[in-house]
């Protein structure tokens, strides 16, 4: 048999019901797979090899019973550790909370387990993931399984350096800027934020218990993290979905979640931006996601016009909104006790933002929310760049330039957190390589919660373009 840590999650559940594979031989093999790459990536920052054989035990005798078996039955997946777990730490990256082990589990990790899914264990982030990249005082860095030198990106760090090296097919992310996205555009993944609600929060984002966690409650997304777009929709299928624990959850039944990725592209209208008309744009990542954005039009039979929102530079209004929703209170408790050690975080924390700093931005972001709105009157997609860059190396904040101008002046990278802004779903498509070998991600943004529309432009993108076959030499060289 191949090596079922290069299946997809899709395959794997349909071996494990067929008897074709036992979830014991998965997860054995997936640990394995973790203990021969994980002291090069160092993409977990909890992971107990017997808790998941346990798991995997539990699920084989339901196996073997005949018992009915959940849509993820034996599958590993793995938690973003910014979502909260009741059998593993879930430490946020931050001396805050070194040792944590949350009272609950968060919504979409019970319907995981309740699927039939085994926890892997929790995957690196910065600090109370406040930075996109994935280092942090408590744990080694996170690297990148298509070059070690660089980073995976963040905050979803850990989680797409394990998926993309086949540490499990599966992981949940948290977006709350581009933070599904921007690792899988960083590492060759589909990563999707759907709508805003599709995915129900709580504790985390919800409980004001945790000062460092709660946060960002209007424009946190939770997220998969996969391969391919079928293994994402399959978690879709399990995690989205209604609780009343988060009053922004939605209602279900509007979107067919396997059924999306295979249903025929219709004739689309899709927008293409490269930059937002403001921003610098690394010469390969436009060349790239040009590219990719012509298969729409020439492949696909839909219409491709060149043409953008009405936005302009939004990195203030971006960092008041986050101050605007995060626990100024508990974290600035945190940060005078010398708990909090993100340069830029203190220094947002420090700021003396006012009641009128918060009010304007949220004002801001409505005219935000009403351009875009009124832009995708007029189309069904909009296709940006995930990214304006390829990855960048570790130990830095962000790239230190792009085409010449300092990062801070290039207005770089506004192409996510807008469409957290409004809710929209949006996903990363890996849309090629550069020359030196690191992939490039196409962003679909859809309209308001035309989430199936997103499944079906990237399944027909993947199947015009396909990525998967593509894995890090590291995995397959060794």
Not at 104 to 124: F, P
Not at 362 to 384: C, H, K, P, Y
Not at 420 to 427: I, L, V, Y
Request: hydrophobic share 40%.
């Amino acid at each position: 048999m191949t090596d079922p840590t290069l299946m997809s999650a899709v395959e794997q559940a349909r071996l494990v019901r067929e008897r074709q594979i036992s979830p014991r031989e998965l997860a054995d093999a997936t640990i394995a797979r973790i203990e021969r790459q994980e002291p090069m990536l160092h993409a977990f920052c909890a992971f107990d090899p017997e808790r998941v054989r346990l798991a995997a035990g539990a699920a084989e005798v339901q196996v073997m019973r005949g018992d009915p078996l959940g849509p993820l039955h034996g599958v590993p997946v793995s938690i973003k550790d910014l979502i909260c777990t009741k059998d593993y730490p879930t430490q946020c990256g931050s001396a805050a909370y070194a040792g944590f082990t949350p009272e609950e589990d968060d919504i979409c990790v019970a319907r995981v387990r309740a699927a039939g899914g085994v926890i892997l264990g929790k995957t690196n982030v910065p600090e109370l993931g406040y930075a996109g990249m994935g280092e942090n005082e408590l744990f080694p860095t996170t690297t990148n399984p298509w070059d070690r030198r660089m980073t995976p990106g963040g905050s979803s760090a850990g989680s797409a350096a394990a998926v993309a090296s086949g540490m499990g097919a599966l992981s949940i992310g948290s977006d709350g800027a581009g933070s599904v996205r921007g690792p899988s555009s960083f590492c060759a993944l589909f990563g999707m934020k759907p709508s805003f609600g599709r995915i129900p929060l709580y504790p985390g984002c919800r409980d004001p218990r945790y000062p460092g966690i709660s946060s960002w409650e209007s424009w946190e997304h939770l997220g998969p993290m996969a391969r391919t777009v079928a293994d994402a929709a399959l978690l879709m299928s399990v995690i989205a979905g209604p609780d009343m624990r988060d009053r922004h959850s939605l209602p279900a039944g509007d979107v067919d979640w396997t059924a999306a990725p295979a249903t025929p592209l219709r004739k689309l209208r899709i927008a293409f931006t490269p930059d937002f008309g403001f921003s610098k744009v690394d010469t390969q990542v436009r060349d790239i996601t040009a590219q990719a954005a012509q298969v729409f039009a020439q492949d696909l039979g839909c219409e491709l016009v060149e043409a953008s929102p009405p936005l302009a530079d939004m990195w203030d209004l971006f960092l008041a909104l986050i101050m605007r929703d995060s626990d100024l209170v508990g974290m600035r408790a945190l940060a005078d006790a010398g708990r909090i050690a993100l340069p830029g975080l203190t220094q947002m924390l420090a700021h003396p933002w006012s009641a009128e700093d918060f009010t304007n931005a949220w004002v801001q972001r409505q005219r935000v929310q009403n351009a875009i709105s009124g832009f995708m009157q007029e189309f069904d997609l909009l296709l940006t760049p995930t990214v304006s860059t390829p990855a960048f190396a570790l130990g830095k904040f962000g790239p230190e330039t792009i085409e010449g101008l300092p990062a801070h002046e290039a207005n770089s990278s506004p192409f996510t957190y807008p469409f957290n802004w409004t809710g929209q779903p949006a996903a990363n498509v890996p849309a090629g390589w550069t020359v030196e070998g690191l992939p490039v991600g196409l962003q679909i943004v859809g309209r308001h919660l035309d989430d199936a529309t997103v499944l079906q432009a990237a399944a027909a993108f993947e199947a015009a373009q396909p990525w998967a076959h593509r894995w890090p030499d590291m995995v397959t060289v060794g």
